[in-house]
């Protein structure tokens, strides 16, 4: 008996690199029919904690939040190895400066946020769609953004400069990747249903990684102002063997980061709970 079941992602070249076969129908998934519905990551995050959706991706600073109903999936992870979102300005700056001055940042439960505030603690911010801030900082209405997505790779062709890389900080803090988003999957559905879906996803990547070229070809479309070598370099970054299965070490960055949060009482404590394939 067929099973419908919605799995939301956000509208980005590398979660459409990621899902290319389960949305392109590459891969059998029988019994279970998906349902894809397309929203960016601060949007999902707010769906996830009112318990709307089935799977989904999620900010890993939003998982703190949705532990009590929500399990991470070890295959779909984002992990930015010794690189990740960035903090740009127009002119030289100082990290000190960052707690002076308003930040333009794309959302509170980003992981993003969550990294910058466990990097300097309280600084003035100003929450703003992702999309909007590096217009925000070139026209001079903050001095500061927050990069999340391609931002993160063509921000100099604006002129910006780099004043902070998280993922940089963060593997020099901790010796780990800095994990940004997961996907997670309700606990109450049956066990062998959260087995399915994590074998599909896992195939779904691995499909992607095997048949690099036409999968690039399909989530460049995604890829909001990338040229196609951009775009293979920033699906490059995010999706990679730690995407296909993020193993001990994935999990331990991802508990490492929320219990650091906690201990510093940005997010509650939680235990949070991994499904694999």
């Known amino acids: 008996m067929e099973r419908r079941l919605v799995l939301a992602h956000s509208p980005d070249a590398d979660d459409a690199f990621m899902f ?5 129908g590459k891969i059998d ?16 995050n707010e769906l996830l904690i009112q318990g709307k959706l089935e799977i989904s991706a999620a900010s890993v600073h939003a998982c703190a939040y949705l532990a009590r109903r929500y399990a991470i999936l ?3 992870a984002s992990m930015g190895e010794g ?22 940042v794309p959302g509170t439960l980003t992981t993003a946020f969550l990294a910058l ?13 992702f999309d909007q801030i590096m217009d925000a900082v070139i026209n001079g209405e903050v001095p ?3 990069l999340i997505h391609e931002g993160q790779l063509t921000y100099s062709d604006a002129k910006l400069v780099k004043v902070l890389d998280l993922g940089e900080w963060w593997l020099q803090e901790t ?5 940004l988003g997961v996907n997670v999957i309700r606990k109450d559905l049956p066990e062998e249903i959260k087995k399915l879906v994590a074998q599909h996803i896992r195939a779904s990547i691995t499909y992607a990684l095997t048949h690099k070229d036409e999968a690039l070809t399909y989530a460049i479309r995604f890829g909001r102002g990338l040229d196609p070598q951009r775009g293979a370099q920033f699906v490059g970054m995010y999706v990679n063997e730690l995407t296909v ?28 709970e991994f499904v694999g394939a």
Request: net charge positive.
């Open 20 to 24: 290319y076969a389960l949305t392109q």
């Open 29 to 44: 998934t029988s019994p279970i029919c998906y349902e894809h519905v397309l929203h960016d990551i601060q949007t999902l």
């Open 74 to 76: 070890t295959s779909g």
């Open 83 to 104: 690189y990740g979102p960035i903090v740009v300005a127009k002119r030289k700056s100082r990290v000190e400066d960052l707690t002076r001055y308003p930040v333009a």
């Open 117 to 129: 505030r466990l990097r300097l603690g309280l600084f003035p911010f100003k929450v703003m769609p």
């Open 144 to 146: 500061f953004g927050l």
């Open 175 to 179: 010796g780990l990747p800095l994990p």
């Open 245 to 272: 299965d993020m193993g001990e070490r994935g999990k331990e960055a991802i508990t490492v980061l929320l219990e650091r949060a906690a201990l510093l009482g940005l997010v509650p404590h939680c235990e949070v």
